[in-house]
């Protein structure tokens, strides 16, 4: 299985540690995927900074190199405030070129959760919905911290 991963400008510095190490283990959004399954990355780029210019473009180049799946990394949901376009984006990129987008990579880290939960950020229906691959149990978003 080839997948790309769009993060959110704020971090494009970040080397992708968190999301290549779920990928690796199978945690979080990643969880999808059989054990035994190869998992290949082949793009992982930011969103282009909002409204997230760069989700016209990066998605097929990513195709081009064989991506089956697009992961919109964990960091559009876990930001401060989190990303309003991460379902425009979802959408978008699904029908304009066919791939399945997955919201999130790897999972909540529990100090990203405790803050949001304080703040409301998720208390909608959508955004439970975007979380859920990446919610994961306490134990687990501890070890993401």
Not at 92 to 112: A, D, L, S
Not at 120 to 125: F, K, M
Request: aromatic share 12%.
């Amino acid at each position: 299985m080839k997948v790309g991963m769009i993060i959110c400008e704020r971090y494009k510095g970040c080397a992708g540690g968190k999301c290549f190490r779920s990928m690796r283990n199978r945690e979080g959004a990643f969880e999808r995927y059989k054990k035994d399954e190869e998992l290949i990355t082949v793009g992982y780029t930011s969103c282009g900074g909002c409204p997230g210019g760069n989700v016209e473009y990066a998605p097929e180049e990513m195709i081009r190199n064989g991506a089956e799946a697009i992961h919109l990394a964990t960091g559009l949901v876990v930001g401060y405030p989190p990303c309003p376009h991460t379902s425009y984006f979802k959408e978008y990129i699904e029908k304009k070129f066919g791939v399945e987008v997955v919201i999130g990579t790897h999972p909540i880290p529990q100090k990203y959760f405790i803050v949001h939960d304080k703040l409301g950020s998720w208390d909608t229906e959508e955004w439970q919905r975007m979380i859920r691959p990446t919610l994961c149990s306490e134990e687990l978003r501890k070890r993401y911290d």
